[in-house]
């Protein structure tokens, strides 16, 4: 089975900045594209970033120039890092694990940007 466990969520004042966390096994971070996404109340879950194991990031428009997403092998933990963050920006943050044949979510963490 397939653990994520997130962190770093957290109340932050318009332009101001939070990283999350997500840790997984050695196992799961050897091989799986790590990615964040995120929900908003009444909205579809969607991509903010991804990295695959061999480095490879994709980032949604709206992330780019403002989030970053690193994964540390040493931790098998992925990050990302959001700056100058914007009331539009509040959602449920998840951690996912893209395999070959599955998809694994983490529990997700509260991100609120008061304006």
């Known amino acids: 089975q397939v653990q994520l466990v997130e962190s770093g969520g957290g109340l932050v004042q318009a332009g101001g900045s939070l990283k999350l966390s997500c840790k997984t096994s050695a196992r799961i971070f050897g091989i799986a594209i790590m990615g964040w996404y995120r929900q908003a109340p009444g909205k579809q879950r969607e991509l903010v970033a991804e990295?695959?194991?061999?480095?490879?990031?994709n980032y949604a428009e709206f992330a780019k120039g403002r989030f970053a997403i690193a994964r540390d092998g040493a931790q098998n933990t992925v990050y990302l890092q959001m700056s100058s963050l914007k009331p539009e920006d509040t959602a449920v943050y998840y951690c996912n694990a893209r395999l070959q044949d599955a998809s694994a979510w983490g529990q997700g963490t509260q991100v609120t940007v008061s304006s």
């Open positions: 990295v695959s194991r061999l480095g490879s990031i």
